[in-house]
């Protein structure tokens, strides 16, 4: 039985916000595939990194109207019983009920044009998030809620923390 997996569907967007539509948004694969990886990183910031056995990942989803996107648990079937796990599961099928819960603006779709800029949109979203949910002159996070949030925002993206941060001086 190795090597078996199980998938759970997280959902494409916070549950209480409007999110693309398929058949009504402009430029709706391009917006949806941002909206989806935005979404990712949404369900680190509160759940942290998956635990050894799960993975996120955004997947394709073939509808009658055309494919859109959501992000997906993936499940190896020997860690699903452990209680890190299942907590896990737990928090991200909840998900995220406004992109604010998780430290993010709101997106605005409207500026992003075509695949090309997808990436640094993406990326621009995480690094606000970032700068949102950071301390305080004082080392105090405000809400409390920040710290975990931009905790689990810097132990996913190393790489963007860095850059959200070059030239920033805060001052005491």
């Known amino acids: 039985m190795t090597g078996r997996k199980w998938t759970m569907d997280c959902g494409g967007a916070p549950w ?5 539509q398929v058949g009504h948004t402009e430029n709706f694969a391009v917006v949806n595939h941002a909206e989806a990886a ?3 990183a949404a369900l680190f ?3 942290g990194l998956p635990p050894a056995g799960i993975t996120l990942r955004i997947k394709a989803n073939a509808h009658d109207f055309g494919t859109y996107r959501t992000v997906e648990a993936v499940i190896d079937e020997t860690c699903c019983d452990t209680s890190p796990h299942a907590q896990y ?7 995220v009920e406004f992109w604010l819960r998780a430290g993010f603006q709101r997106p605005d779709f409207a500026t992003l044009n075509d695949a090309c800029d997808m990436a640094s949109f993406v990326a621009g979203a995480i690094m606000s998030a970032m700068r949102i949910t950071r301390p305080g002159p004082t ?8 710290e975990q949030l931009h905790g689990n925002l810097i132990a996913a993206y190393p790489q963007l923390a860095e850059r959200a941060f070059e030239g920033l001086r805060l001052s005491c």
């Not at 209480?16 to 693309?20: L, N, R, S, V």
């Not at 599961?89 to 998900?95: D, I, R």
């Not at 080392?139 to 920040?146: D, I, K, L, T, V």
């Open 89 to 95: 599961l737990v928090t991200v099928e909840a998900g």
């Open 45 to 47: 910031a509160v759940a």
């Open 38 to 40: 935005i979404y990712k």
């Open 16 to 20: 209480g916000e409007d999110c693309a």
């Open 139 to 146: 080392g105090q996070f405000f809400p409390r809620e920040n």
